[in-house]
Structures are given as structure tokens and as C-alpha cells.
């Protein structure tokens, strides 16, 4: 069936490093691609997406691009700051199928 | 604008007994869905509605749960007989059409003692 993995956490950085999250997918059929972000007592909130391969989203700093090849869709940021701590979920929705498949999460901490 | 709204945003309750949780969707998404987190993990789709009809609803575990969404816009998911293994997170989540990006509520914690 179709799946996400993501990298497990949790992860602690210091603010301005380097940030990646590896999310790998399963899917029977062409996927669109999330990150989504949970801030500390709130909601589920939509980070960026992709739709189809070689895309790149991006949004607040961060990027992901959906490769096919590889099955990935990692997310990235060059320079991460306090306020970026937050569980980050990868999923998928499949052409056709509007439920969204989400990896575990990963608990990103950092610090100043 | 206001966004996905739930409630109870807190729910305890004894093994066994019947709960409802609501959902109230933005106004004008014509798609809501609900989804259950467990600890830990991430969020498990259980059903959504297209309009007042449920469109998928392959991922209720068992009979014990229910869904309605009887006017096209607030939903109920009933869970009956609730067991410990119920208690969870419950997200509800709108988008203007099918396919369209899904907003998310704060969730309703369900604890069965």
C-alpha cells in the first residue's frame, strides 16, 4: 500500500544550521507531495507541496523537491532559526484518492 | 478568516460510553475529512465527505464508528462502546473542493478511562 518514511527524530540543531529531513514515499500511481508543520499547541498547518516530478515547493525558508527517481521528497532549509521548532509530517495523496498518508513526524528542537 | 473549529477541544470518558465530536469546516469547503493521531505518530485518515455524502470511508476501523455530515457543512463522528484503544487525537480538516489543499482544526483529545 502506499507510505511514507521519514527520518526519525528527534532532531536538535543550534539556530543557523543546516536543516534536513529525509521523507521517502511508497505510492501505486503518480502522488502529490506535503510537508506539513505542527507548532507547539496548534494546529496542523500546510508548510509547501509539490504535484509532480522535478517540482520544487518552498515556502518560509524551507524547500522540498519531489524526485521520482529516488522516491524522496526531503525537506531542506539553509539557515534554521528558534522559531522553526515544530513536529514536521511528510505525506502523500494519490491521483484520485483525496486521504492524505503521513509519515510518523519528526520532533525538530533548536536551540539559540 | 475563521478557521476549522472543533469541539470538545478536551473529551474524558469511561470505557464503554457513546461520544460525539463536531466539526465545524470553513465556510464554503464543500470537503471535510476526519483523522485519527495516536501518540507519536502521524495522523490516520478515517473518512471524508464530499458534500453531505461520504465518499471514502475506508478508514473507520470498526462499526463502532460513525460520521454524518447531514446538511453539507458541520460534522459529528460518533464512536460507540468506546474502548481504551480509542483514545487518540481526532483532526478534522476542510478544502474548498476535492484535491484542493486541506486546513486543519486543533483536534479533540478523547481519553476512554
Known amino acids: 500500500g502506499d507510505s511514507v518514511t521519514q527520518m526519525e527524530g528527534p532532531v536538535t540543531l543550534s539556530e543557523e544550521a543546516f536543516l534536513t529531513i529525509n521523507c521517502t514515499y511508497t505510492?501505486?500511481?503518480?502522488?502529490?507531495l506535503f510537508w506539513y508543520v505542527q507548532y507547539p499547541g496548534e494546529g496542523l498547518q500546510l508548510l509547501l507541496k509539490?504535484?509532480?516530478?522535478?517540482d520544487k515547493g518552498s515556502n518560509k525558508g524551507f524547500e522540498a523537491t519531489y524526485r521520482k527517481e529516488t522516491t524522496s521528497f526531503h525537506l531542506e532549509k539553509g539557515s534554521v532559526q528558534v522559531s522553526d521548532s515544530a513536529v514536521y509530517f511528510c505525506?502523500?495523496?494519490?491521483?484520485?484518492?483525496?486521504?492524505?498518508?503521513f509519515g510518523q513526524g519528526t520532533r525538530l528542537t533548536i536551540n539559540p | 478568516g475563521a478557521g476549522v473549529s472543533q469541539t470538545p477541544s478536551n473529551k474524558v470518558t469511561e470505557k464503554g460510553k457513546y461520544v460525539e465530536l463536531r466539526c465545524d469546516p470553513i465556510?464554503?469547503?464543500?470537503?471535510l475529512y476526519w483523522y485519527r493521531q495516536s501518540l507519536g505518530q502521524g495522523p490516520e485518515f478515517l473518512i471524508y465527505?464530499?458534500?453531505?455524502?461520504?465518499?471514502?470511508d475506508s478508514g473507520l476501523p470498526n462499526d463502532r464508528f460513525f460520521a454524518v455530515r447531514p446538511e453539507g457543512s458541520v460534522s459529528t463522528l460518533k464512536i460507540q462502546r468506546t474502548e481504551r484503544g480509542d483514545s487518540a487525537v481526532y483532526l478534522c480538516?476542510?478544502?474548498?473542493?476535492?484535491?484542493?489543499?486541506?486546513?486543519f482544526g486543533p483536534g479533540t483529545r478523547l481519553t476512554v478511562l
Open positions: 509539490a504535484t509532480k516530478a522535478d
Open positions: 465556510s464554503g469547503h464543500t470537503a
Open positions: 480538516a476542510s478544502s474548498l473542493q476535492i484535491a484542493d489543499t486541506q486546513y
Open positions: 465527505f464530499q458534500g453531505t455524502g461520504a465518499a471514502d
Open positions: 505510492a501505486t500511481g503518480y502522488p502529490s
Open positions: 505525506a502523500l495523496t494519490i491521483q484520485g484518492a483525496q486521504k492524505l498518508v
